[in-house]
C-alpha cells in the first residue's frame, strides 16, 4: 500500500524549524574565545601562493590559456580615470551605469592581470599590473555612484574625507588585498611603495570606517531590515582585516564586529531559510553568508563552526529547491527567471553541511559548465578556489536537484512538481508574503507555471537597475506593479507597497494525487478596493492539470474583477472559453467560462536589455475581464496539454 505524504502549513514548522537562530555566531564564541582562535598573521590561506609553481604550472593548459589570454587582453588596458561626471550622472540622469562600467573594467583589468600572473609566472604582466594597482589606488572613492549618500539638490560626488562602504568599495578592497597577498614579495622587488600604496589605500577607505562607525545601515546595528549587502560586504572587509591588519588586537577585535554584523543578517532571516530576494541574490545573500562562516572557519582552523545549525542548512538547501530546469529558476521580487549558480560555492556548501543534492547540484553544473576545461567567473578568490577544488568537484557524482514539492511556511513560498524527479509536465510556484520584503514587488498571491521545464505563465522579474528603481517611485515601473504579475485587478485597484500588505491564512498541502496552495489575498490591497475576503487558489492534479481558483467578496462593485496573466508563450484568445498558449515545444489549453469572463491579450514589449535576456521578444498579458457585477463569485481556470 502506498504512503500518502501530507505537509500542511501549521505542522511543518514545528518539527522543522523550531530552533532559535539569534546571534547565532556571537551567542556560540565570545571575542576572547575567538581572539584565542584566529591564526596569526595570513597563515590561515590555503590558497597556492605565487610561488607554487608546480600548482599554477600543473593546471589543465585549457584553462592556463584561457586566463593568460585573459590577461594579454589587457596588457594595453586604458587606465584612465572614472570622472567626477560619471559620478554626477546618476543625479542628473539616473543611469548608473556611466560610472559602474568604467570601474568595473578598471577592476576587472586589474583581476584579470594578476590572476594570468599567476598563472604564467614570468613577470609578463608585473608592470601593467602595478599600472593598475596605482590607477585603483588613485581613485578617490571606490563606492558607486547609485550609493552615495544623497546631499540634497547635488549632484552626487564621493566625500574624500568621508569614506563610505558599499558593495562597490568592499568589493575593490577585498581585490586589492588579494593582489598584496599574492604579489607583495614580487611588488617589493619593484619598489615597496607600491604594497604599501595598497595598505594605505584599504586601511582608509575600508578598514578605518569599518573599525569606527557602526552607522551603515547594512552592519545591521540599528532596526533596519537586513539583506544581501550585509554578508556580501562584510565578506569582503573581513578578507581585507585579514590579510592586511597586522595588529592582532584589531584583527580579533574587529573579525567579533564583523560577526556581529553578519548576525543581524540571520536575526533578520525567517527559520525556513528562503531568500525573499529570490534565487539571483541568494549568490550574494545566503551563499555569501555561507562564504563569511567558510573564511571564518578556515582562520580558525575548523574551530569556529557552527555549519550543523538547522538554519545554515535551510539557507543553503532552497537554491537546489527553487531550480527548475537550466537555465530556470523560480523569480519573485528582482530575481531574474534564467539564472545559474556558482558551482564551487554549491558544492562546497553542501559538503560543509553534509547535504549530497547540494554537492550533486554543484557538480551538475561543474560538468555541465566544464569546469575542468574552463575558468569560472567571479571574484579573484572564487576562482582560485574552484581551481584547488575542481578534481573533487568533477569526480563527484552529479545531480540535478528536481525536488518534487516544498513548502516555505515563514515565507509563503510553495514550489511543486507534477512528477516527482522530473522535468517533464507542469511545475508551478506559489507566493503570499507581504509587500516589505527586500526588492520587493507588489505580488502577493502570484504564481508562476512551466511545463516540461519551460517558462508558460512567468514572472518578468526587473529591469535594469537606474535610479527610479530604488526610490520612492519604484512602483511606477511596470515590472513592480500587481497588475503585471499573474493577480487581479480588484474594482479597478492594484496591491499596495508596505508591511501591512500582505495576504492571510496561506496554507500548503501535498499528497501523491494533489499539491495545492491557498491564501486571502484580500490584504494586499489597500482600502480603495473595497474588498472584504479574495481567496486565490492553486492546485496541481498530478497527471492530469493545474487550476488557478478565486472566490471573493467585495464590500461593495465598482469596476468589474479582471484576472491577469503574463506568459511567455504565443496567445490565441480567438475562440471563447479556451486561450492556447503555445511555448517551446508544447501547447496548453487555458479554459474559463465564458458566462462569467471575456478574454483579451496585449503584447508588452520589454525595451530594456535586462528582461530581454530572459524574455526575448517581449511578453504577452492576458486579461480576464468579470462580466457581472456582482460582490460575490468565483473563478476558475484550468490548464492542460493541447490534446
Not at 6 to 25: I, M, S
Not at 184 to 204: F, G, H
Amino acid at each position: 500500500m502506498k504512503k500518502t505524504l501530507v505537509l500542511l502549513a501549521f505542522l511543518l514548522p514545528v518539527f522543522t524549524y523550531a530552533q532559535d537562530h539569534q546571534k547565532l555566531l556571537t551567542r556560540s564564541y565570545s571575542e576572547a574565545q575567538l581572539s584565542g582562535m584566529l591564526v596569526n598573521n595570513q597563515d590561515w590561506v590555503t590558497l597556492p601562493p605565487y610561488s607554487d609553481r608546480a600548482f599554477w604550472d600543473g593546471l589543465p593548459a585549457s584553462i592556463r590559456s584561457e586566463l593568460i589570454k585573459r590577461g594579454e587582453d589587457q596588457l594595453k588596458f586604458n587606465w584612465g580615470v572614472v570622472k567626477a561626471t560619471d559620478y554626477m550622472e546618476f543625479t542628473r540622469t539616473g543611469d548608473r551605469n556611466i560610472m559602474q562600467n568604467p570601474n568595473s573594467d578598471r577592476k576587472g583589468a586589474l583581476q584579470a592581470l594578476a590572476l594570468a600572473e599567476l598563472v604564467e609566472g614570468k613577470g609578463r604582466f608585473t608592470d601593467q599590473l602595478i599600472n593598475g594597482i596605482w590607477a585603483v589606488c588613485e581613485q578617490s572613492s571606490w563606492v558607486l555612484s547609485a550609493h552615495l549618500p544623497v546631499t540634497r539638490g547635488k549632484d552626487l560626488v564621493p566625500d574624500v574625507t568621508n569614506p563610505v562602504i558599499d558593495l562597490g568599495s568592499a568589493d575593490a578592497g577585498a581585490l586589492l588585498a588579494w593582489v598584496h597577498h599574492f604579489f607583495r614579495a614580487k611588488l617589493d622587488e619593484v619598489n615597496p611603495l607600491i604594497a604599501a600604496r595598497i595598505r594605505y589605500e584599504v586601511r582608509n577607505k575600508i578598514l578605518a570606517p569599518y573599525y569606527k562607525r557602526n552607522d551603515f545601515w547594512w552592519q545591521g546595528f540599528n532596526d533596519r531590515p537586513q539583506n544581501n549587502w550585509n554578508p556580501w560586504i562584510n565578506y569582503n572587509v573581513m578578507q581585507c582585516i585579514l590579510l592586511l591588519e597586522e595588529d592582532p588586537a584589531a584583527r580579533s577585535k574587529n573579525i567579533y564586529k564583523a560577526m556581529q554584523s553578519i548576525d543581524r543578517f540571520t536575526d533578520w532571516y525567517h527559520p525556513d531559510g528562503a531568500c525573499d530576494e529570490g534565487p539571483s541574490y541568494w549568490s550574494h545573500a545566503g551563499g555569501k553568508y555561507f562564504e563569511c562562516l567558510e573564511l571564518l572557519h578556515r582562520a580558525t582552523r575548523g574551530k569556529l563552526n557552527v555549519f550543523s545549525h538547522p538554519l545554515i542548512k535551510n539557507i543553503g538547501q532552497y537554491i537546489a529547491n527553487v531550480y527548475i530546469n537550466d537555465p530556470y529558476f523560480v523569480n519573485f521580487a528582482d530575481a531574474s527567471a534564467k539564472g545559474g549558480i556558482n558551482e564551487g560555492m554549491v558544492y562546497r556548501y553542501g559538503k560543509a553541511i553534509g547535504d549530497p543534492v547540494m554537492m550533486g547540484f554543484g557538480a551538475f553544473y561543474a560538468q555541465k559548465e566544464k569546469m575542468d576545461e574552463h575558468p569560472s567567473s567571479g571574484t579573484i578568490e572564487a576562482v582560485i578556489t574552484d581551481l584547488t577544488t575542481m578534481k573533487e568537484i568533477m569526480a563527484s557524482p552529479a545531480r540535478e536537484p528536481l525536488t518534487d514539492h516544498a513548502w516555505y511556511p515563514d515565507n509563503q513560498v510553495a514550489i511543486a512538481r507534477e512528477y516527482p524527479g522530473s522535468k517533464q509536465g507542469f511545475y508551478f510556484a506559489g507566493k503570499g508574503g507581504h509587500n516589505a520584503e527586500s526588492h520587493n514587488h507588489n505580488d502577493v498571491g502570484t504564481f508562476i507555471l512551466y511545463y516540461n521545464g519551460l517558462p508558460c505563465l512567468v514572472d518578468a522579474g526587473v529591469g535594469t537597475y537606474v535610479r527610479q528603481t530604488f526610490s520612492p517611485d519604484r512602483y511606477k515601473i511596470w515590472t513592480m506593479q500587481s497588475a503585471y504579475h499573474n493577480l487581479p485587478l480588484i474594482n479597478g485597484v492594484q496591491q499596495k507597497n508596505g508591511r501591512e500588505f500582505k495576504a492571510a491564512s496561506a496554507a500548503f498541502s501535498a499528497t501523491a494525487k494533489q499539491v495545492s496552495f491557498t491564501a486571502d489575498i484580500a490584504t494586499a490591497y489597500p482600502a480603495e478596493a473595497k474588498v472584504r475576503s479574495w481567496k486565490r487558489g492553486y492546485a496541481l492534479q498530478r497527471g492530469k492539470s493545474f487550476t488557478i481558483t478565486d472566490a471573493f467578496v467585495l464590500d461593495s462593485f465598482v469596476a468589474a474583477p479582471e484576472l491577469h496573466f503574463l506568459t511567455a508563450c504565443k496567445v490565441d484568445a480567438s475562440v471563447p472559453g479556451v486561450i492556447k498558449l503555445t511555448g517551446q515545444n508544447f501547447t496548453l489549453n487555458m479554459s474559463y467560462n465564458t458566462r462569467q469572463l471575456e478574454a483579451s491579450s496585449e503584447h508588452i514589449d520589454n525595451k530594456d536589455p535586462r528582461l530581454e535576456r530572459s524574455w526575448p521578444g517581449g511578453l504577452e498579458r492576458i486579461i480576464l475581464k468579470g462580466k457581472t457585477q456582482g460582490v460575490k463569485g468565483d473563478y476558475k481556470i484550468e490548464i492542460r496539454k493541447s490534446s
